[in-house]
């Protein structure tokens, strides 16, 4: 069975600095997604950004980027520039491309502090 | 505005009382799923649907009960709350199950249930 794990259950981050939050996870599978979603404090899950494990280029959504190492099953996510508004709890995810449950299997969360 | 609702966005209700948590999106998608976040546990899936009349167990189904007569509807059903059950649940969409998947998940706003 696949996990995921987000070891740094907090973390905190000065406005306009950069900060990454850690990711791994287990598979025997070779093709898979990757998300990290985003959850503010009202509750929303805000998707950030996807990657898919068959391609090597690391995507980006504007300030945010990932670090994708599939040898070492590590998708880590790099917020530059931080904003107060970057304030929430971040949380990895995995899924199958195969089977049919489209299941989602999250970590723990990482909740992100941003100081003015 | 495509979108996931779910409702009501918090109750507190009473142990043994039958309570349902709505679900409706206005996506046509075919897969819907109703996950819980607990803290320190991230969010696990309870139940899943493929498509109208096609509903199955997740990771933690036992409590609940689904149904998915309409493609739009999916209303997660707890006959017998007990306080184990207080948590934050979530509903989500997405277009396609299994290997045709290959869009994120959208998801509702969360609802707030707290079992005395």
């Known amino acids: 069975a696949q996990t995921v794990t987000q070891s740094q259950p907090e973390m905190s981050v000065q406005e306009a600095e950069t900060v990454t939050l850690s990711c791994t996870y287990d598979?025997?599978?070779?093709?898979?997604?990757l998300f990290w979603y985003k959850q503010p404090p009202s509750r929303q899950m805000i998707l950030v950004i996807r990657?898919?494990?068959?391609?090597?280029q690391n995507a980006t959504e504007n300030r945010f980027s990932v670090n994708f190492q599939k040898a070492a099953k590590s998708f880590s996510l790099k917020i530059s520039d931080s904003q107060l508004g970057d304030a929430a709890m971040y949380f990895c995810?995995?899924?199958?491309?195969?089977?049919?449950?489209?299941?989602?299997?999250f970590g723990t969360g990482t909740l992100l502090a941003v100081q003015p | 505005e495509a979108q996931v609702t779910q409702n009501p966005r918090y109750l507190i209700t009473v142990t043994g009382k039958k309570l349902t948590v709505t679900c409706s999106q206005n996506?046509?998608?075919?897969?819907m799923s109703w996950y819980r976040q607990d803290p320190g546990l991230g969010l696990r899936q309870i139940y899943y649907?493929?498509?109208?009349?096609?509903?199955d167990k997740g990771d933690v189904p036992e409590g609940y009960k689904v149904s998915r007569k309409e493609k739009r509807n999916f209303p997660l059903i707890l006959e017998s709350p007990s306080p184990n059950q207080t948590s934050l649940y979530f509903c989500?969409?997405?277009?396609?199950?299994?290997?045709?998947?290959?869009?994120?998940?959208?998801f509702g706003d969360g609802t707030r249930l707290s079992i005395l």
């Open positions: 990657q898919e494990a068959y391609k090597q």
């Open positions: 649907s493929m498509n109208v009349e096609v509903t």
């Open positions: 598979t025997s599978e070779s093709d898979y997604y």
């Open positions: 989500a969409s997405s277009p396609h199950a299994g290997q045709l998947s290959n869009q994120p998940q959208h």
């Open positions: 995810a995995y899924r199958s491309t195969g089977g049919a449950t489209n299941k989602l299997i």
């Open positions: 996506m046509n998608h075919e897969y």
